[in-house]
């Protein structure tokens, strides 16, 4: 739950909305309260602000920007497993903006969550610690399955009900993470629904008796320890761009032998009946890039399908100039413009992870998916007000 403060430091409305009770269930003009999704991330601090509709949300408010929280990561939380003092206050400055718009839209309900960078970062908790003091944010640590789960959740409304089985990625900046859902045992006209009842309901990963059902589909989930900042900053001194594709792909690849849905050998069987969702900076980026956009849509990108031969076009192209362009400014100009340098720098990495998956399992296209685990947040506080008012 999040917490908003006065300038003066004094308590000012609580995003869980126990202090303000008679706005439970009905705003001062006649609409359900705003509720709040707040993901810091290791390279991002993003946050929606919706307001209830039906079994859905309709956002009125976002926020996104780049803070670097776990910047360096390669040389910093990886080998020193500290937060940067810079990047605690870039990211600070951006809490504090979301901090104003929760309280600017009266947010009775809020989830504030950090993920890789301060799971892995030794001074993480002490970081924590300092948002509630400075910001007033009352801001948890989920676990890597979670952030799986939500992340599934938020993509309900891209599942084909006429697939059986489903694997959602999200590539981060310091970690990725895969779930496997088998969706062959639910109606296809129950499935939208069984993912989206997949979101934990409030802090801490308290979840629904619904919630804990859904959960019994989850074939099987695994957070790789890398993602495109991590594994970028791991194989940055390699200059060929071929030799550093290889070398990130056989490195990505090696962290996925644990995980249940490559090792089995119906996997080829699997991919037959299988929707794979990509939802990350990677997957709507080659979106965009697959579109030609010069600047980037999303109501273009979302949902949009990639055929894997078009992704590896893509990869090929990015392969053919060379790793160095990666950090010219002008290498977005190569796409039609639909890369930004800070991007740029960072595909080459993405594509190794986004087409190991797809090597792994060949499926014709894969859907891209520009929501995820704030959304999945927002589903679960829905579940938790409709819990709530039973």
């Excluded at 929760?102 to 301060?118: N, S």
């Excluded at 509630?132 to 799986?148: D, F, K, N, P, Y």
């Excluded at 629904?193 to 934990?200: D, E, G, H, K, V």
Aim: glycine share 12%.
């Amino acid at each position: 739950m999040g917490t908003t403060r006065n300038e003066a430091g004094g308590r000012n409305d609580r995003a869980g909305g126990r202090d303000r009770a008679p706005r439970r269930g009905v705003d001062s003009d006649g609409a359900p309260p705003a509720i709040a999704a707040l993901d810091l991330g290791t390279n991002n601090c993003r946050l929606l602000v919706a307001r209830p509709e039906g079994e859905s949300f309709v956002v009125i408010d976002a926020f996104s920007r780049a803070v670097r929280l776990g910047e360096g990561l390669g040389e910093g939380v990886e080998h020193s497993n500290q937060l940067g003092s810079a990047a605690q206050n870039r990211a600070l400055k951006a809490l504090r903006i979301c901090a104003a718009k929760i309280r600017r839209h009266r947010v009775t309900d809020a989830r504030i969550i950090a993920t890789a960078a301060c799971r892995r970062a030794v001074n993480g908790a002490g970081f924590i610690r300092r948002v509630t003091r400075e910001v007033g944010l009352q801001m948890e640590i989920i676990s890597a399955e979670e952030e799986a789960r939500l992340a599934v959740a938020g993509c309900a409304p891209l599942i084909d009900p006429e697939a059986e089985q489903l694997l959602v990625f999200d590539i981060g900046g310091g970690s990725t993470e895969l779930i496997w859902i088998d969706m062959s045992r639910t109606p296809p006209g129950r499935r939208v629904s069984l993912i989206r009842t997949l979101a934990p309901t409030g802090a801490n990963g308290a979840e629904s008796a619904n919630a804990r059902a859904a959960a019994n589909h989850i074939a099987d989930w695994i957070s790789v320890p890398m993602g495109v900042s991590t594994l970028h900053e791991r194989f940055v001194s390699i200059a060929d761009a071929r030799r550093r594709f290889a070398a990130m792909s056989e490195h990505f690849e090696q962290h996925l032998a644990p995980f249940i849905p490559y090792q089995t050998e119906r996997r080829a069987a699997l991919t037959r009946r299988l929707q794979i969702i990509g939802v990350s900076g990677t997957a709507t980026t080659f979106g965009a890039l697959h579109l030609g956009l010069r600047s980037y849509d999303r109501g273009k990108v979302d949902g949009l399908w990639l055929p894997r031969e078009r992704a590896t076009e893509l990869t090929e192209r990015m392969l053919s100039l060379g790793a160095g362009r990666a950090a010219d400014p002008e290498f977005g100009s190569e796409f039609g413009g639909g890369i930004g340098p800070g991007r740029a720098e960072l595909m080459l990495s993405g594509a190794a992870i986004l087409m190991t998956i797809l090597r792994a399992w060949p499926v014709a296209r894969l859907r891209i998916a520009d929501r995820g685990l704030r959304e999945g947040m927002l589903y679960g506080l829905l579940q938790q007000r409709r819990i709530a008012a039973q």
